[in-house]
């Protein structure tokens, strides 16, 4: 594989520089444009009749745009009308938390469908039908991202989205549509039945991963991404909702918090130098098997450092490594099991004043 | 089907009055006592309401004439009338009893299209006033076979012949909504949560949840007192094994003593957490939060202690935690100037009830002080030994943040200052339990380490300060870009008292001084990470935007080998949905990390030790020069409104280009294809397939003091024949398969999932061939095929048939099975020996997983109101 990346590596830097050069570009087509494109105002259903049934032609561009003034001057139908044809989704939108009416925060409270999908006057006169009447549908073929993000922002801006501009997942253009169904029936308005089961969506590695042996109990329910992640933003990398990954981590294994009177430098900075969180194939949860997690950052004097066979016969026949021969006189028991951590128990840091070598 | 047709048939089917007569007797019992539960509540929860509101809801705002008139009547019951509340139901599909399907929340991706409507998920409305109340409770009868061939069948979950209930409690009225919920009630990971919300003023949530951690399963033990902090050894044990005549008789005596001695024991431990969380808004700008959790933790672990290089044993550790955290917090939300204001503390503590562990040495009878007790034989040294355990903590925490939009040019800017400690004081053990440990015979320390007198000081004082300084700015100056600048600083410092010792006791065996008296320090080690942050956005045609992004991290450590680190990131990444069939995401990213110097002996010098334990060419991973590459594709097809495809590819390379020893490479690479597709309105299959790869490729040396490949003196080169290479590999792949059918609508639904997984690991081992005496590797550097070998397959068919609206009969079959192959596994005994019969260096409790096969049958009787 390393000729390949070598290839993608140079190719990607090479695109690097020539896409350096488009962005000056583009910024200066931004500015001699801007202000010629905006979104067409809602058509008018004039004729029952020929009103489009499928979608019109949308707002075409990504940009913000004001909700209100896009949607000025059209008369609310209220929800009784809404669910005259949408009843499946009005029932739902009434079991949810945005159906609580006493809340002066919901759109129960305030316009009801027509809070988060504009006014329906020009859509029930146009006889209804997908995008008629400049409808918001909040279907990202048809809405811009950012504009169907507003919508929700509008009401939504504190709490845990409070730092969603800028974060990951709002730069790389996720709706919150991409996460929630409004109108669904599970928890939080997710799209699916369990926030792994949402955010595994996109992130494959991660469910490969947690399908692993050795992973946290997520598949059994107990933890959940957002446990240790807010996906709406944070001030911290990969989305922890702490300030460093080891914070988020002593949440849960606060006995590691320490600190200790012998620290383990490495485990110090970050947990996941030698744990990889959501699963590995080598108990428990760590990157790679014992004794070779240890020797990326060790080679010592002394100890016998590599599973070995003494004859090539041995070698064919399984390598056990409890049944192998002395090294040079050293016994094999640094090597098998937990290996060094057989001796070097208190490998998280020690406070023993004989805890130098973390034996104690 | 039309949506009013729909309406009108469940509205039928509500009126049906069939329902209660076909209950069998056990669910009228149950709603026997549900239902004084729902007068109670209705009568509780039946707060005077205030007159009818004219909300804008209510009243539609049309008041356009051009509004068409609405006929009350072929809207249903609720038009015309303002505000109608529907009943509200609970959605069948919540899985309450998860016993069922353990696995049920990381089913793989659903069928539905995720941007097509989606059927609403619940049924039976009901259009009446009052509040609103629904429950659905499942009773379990479950029986297991093979749950406890291996502990990893049980890891984080209760697996016995038992009955479980589940649980899901809703009210609501205008004013108020109550939700709570059990899980595997009777069982030992069950868990609750009772949520109350009076919207606009207060949330409150209360919570319990047991997790289960079993380690192993009848393994052998010659420790008494497990659980505790003093394990020990029948004294006839102890002489038996110091009597051993040698090492091929040690290990006879040693099985004996286990065949005669050991007793059975369940190395498991649980987590009680409680929490509770508050959440009042007194005004529609301030919120005020509150949170508490609390958590136990009881039980053993297997880990294992040392009485110096020729002596393990795996013990049962004792685990007595108890763990707080408490928050609280405000925020303030200026909606009009757009300006949020937020702030939180954070108090965390830990207690260990259990501060050390005093273990018996299987070995010795009585102390021993030989000279070179630490490699002499398995027979010298400690008659026990003291491990001290985590120590207790406290963690302080203050963050403020601020958060100021609608700044010209749609700019928004938030910072983010936080400040921490963490104190540990933990009294200080003493150096070593070696009784003989004493001044007087050569080699002896200068002091008695077993006394406590003698220890460096009384206590730990340790502590840690850390701050954070967050700052970001996003702005979209012009609708086709996105500029984001982000700056963060990121120090923790270390003030711990430093200690100044001359030596210490090695595994309570040996003691081991410095190279000059009080040398040996603890070092202060604390690290500065800051990153600088730079992205510009460009929306391009079709509902597309390129990202271009370049990251700086600059890192600086105290005490480590190297101070300072540079790393540079250049990122891009395209996302968009340049056409109704295809969702694309891309992101890659090239990053070089440079590093001013490596001092490899910083560790040591500074504590004037003159041999360096370390191979001096050696760079540790984390802090050496690396360039690394990520490439990740996400491709999402809809050629059918009824398929979804997707396909994903990730590769990933860390190369260490300064590394002659240590880590030399590190590449992963994933390809995963899913299928989901709805086949009719009645069936749902969806298909997965993930392959993953992982590379790791080390060198190292086998050297020691003197010795030809002394790297101090006889081998100062890179090149020698005791130099050794290892390449880890990793292979997994995992597949998965779901179906869902309605065989009957309304009536009869099957749902099953079917997934495999499989992890192939290996270890291949090359090492220069070189004469005997100048080469210590002379052996053959086999390579080892069964690293981790895992396959694991589970089949999860469940039959569910309606009676009508409020219960439901579900049969569910569960077939889990666990087949691991690795090196450690093959050979295993608790006393290994060599081929000759020696003794070889430890004595183990038996703590691996193994394989496992289970068999769950559960009958699942589900009841809603």
Known sequence: ?360 | MAPLAASTRRARACDSPCVVGALPTAALLLISLLLPATATAQGTWDDPLPEEEATPAATGDATASDIPDVDPQAAGPAAGSAPVRIQFQLYPRRPIDLRLRPNSGFRLPELVPAFSPRPPDYEGIYRQPGPQFAIAASIAFTGVSGARDSAKAQEFRDLDDDVSVGLDLFLRDRRNYLRLTGRHLGLDDQDAKLEWRRPGLLTARASFSQIPHNYAFGATSLYRGVGTGVLTIPDEVQNNLQGSANENDAAIRARQAIEDFGQPVDLRHRRDRTGLEVQLVPTEALMISFKLDDESRVGTRPWSGSFGLRNVVEIPWPVDYDSRDARVGFEYFGETKGFLVRGEYTYQTFDNNISSVLFDNPWRAIDSAVGNALNANFRSGSSTGLIDLYPDNEHEQVTLTGVKRNLPGNTTVMATVSRGSTEQDDELIPFSVNTALIPGAAGNPPFDTSDPANRPATNADAELENRLLHFRVTSKPTKRLDIKFQYRDYELDNNTAQIFIDGFVAEDAQYRDGDTPTALTNLPIAHRDRETDLALGIRLPKRTKLTLGYERRETDRDFREVENAVEDTFKISFDGKPAPWVDLRASFLVSDRTIDEYIFDQFYTIQDIQNIPQLPFLRMFDQAARDRDRLQLLATFFPHESVIISGSVIVGTDSYPDSSFGVLGDDHRLASLDLSWSAGERVAIYASYTHEENDVSLQGREWFRTAPSDPFTNAPGLDDPSNWRAASHDEIDTIGFGLEAHLIPERLRFEVTWTFSETDGRIDYESPVGPNFIDLNDFVPASFEEVDDVRFYSLNPELTYTFGERLSLAFAYLRERYDIDDFNLEGFTLVPTTPDGDFNGAIFMGTQFTDFDIDLWALKLKVRY
Not at chain 1, 35 to 51: C, I, K, L, N, V
Not at chain 1, 142 to 149: G, K
Not at chain 1, 218 to 235: F, W, Y
């Open chain 1, 1 to 360: 594989m390393t000729g390949p990346i070598e290839f993608l590596t140079r190719a990607a830097r090479a695109l690097v520089l020539l896409l350096a050069v488009a962005l000056c570009s583009g910024i200066f087509l931004s500015r001699t444009t801007s202000g010629q494109e905006s979104s067409p105002p809602p058509p008018p259903a004039t004729d029952t009749a020929e009103a489009p049934r499928t979608s019109p032609a949308g707002p075409t561009t990504e940009a913000t745009v004001d909700l209100a003034d896009a949607h000025a001057n059209v008369p609310f139908v209220g929800p009784q009308v809404c669910q005259q044809c949408h009843v499946d989704r009005y029932e739902s939108y009434e079991n949810s938390p945005h159906g609580l009416i006493d809340d002066p925060r919901t759109p129960a409270s305030r316009n009801a469908c027509e809070t988060c999908h504009g006014p329906g006057g020009n859509h029930v006169m146009g006889g209804g039908g997908v995008g008629v009447g400049g409808m918001r549908t909040m279907d990202r073929e048809r809405m811009p991202v950012a504009e169907i993000n507003q919508v929700c922002l509008t009401c939504h801006s504190r709490g845990i989205v409070a730092l969603w501009p800028g974060s990951m997942h709002e730069s790389r253009d996720l709706a919150c549509t991409n996460c929630h169904a409004i109108h669904g029936g599970n928890e939080k308005l997710l799209q699916a039945p369990s926030q792994p089961q949402v955010c595994t969506e996109c992130h494959r590695q991660i469910r490969a991963q947690l399908m692993r042996p050795s992973h946290h109990p997520i598949r059994e329910q107990k933890l959940v991404c957002s446990d240790c992640h807010n996906p709406h933003g944070t001030v911290t990398e990969r989305l922890i909702s702490a300030n460093t990954i080891n914070e988020k981590c002593y949440e849960c294994h606060a006995e590691k918090r320490g600190p200790f009177l012998w620290e383990h430098p490495p485990v110090r900075e970050s947990c996941l130098n030698c744990h990889e969180a959501h699963g590995s194939a080598h108990e428990p949860l760590l990157r790679v098997k014992r004794p070779l997690l240890c020797q990326r950052c060790h080679s010592p004097g002394g100890h016998p450092s590599v599973l070995w066979a003494q004859t090539e016969e041995e070698a064919a026949e399984g390598q056990s490594v409890f049944g192998t021969r002395r090294f040079f006189g050293q016994p094999a028991q640094m090597l098998f099991m937990r290996s060094c951590t057989n001796c070097h128990v208190n490998i998280h840091g020690s406070n023993a004043p004989s805890g130098k070598l973390w034996h104690r």
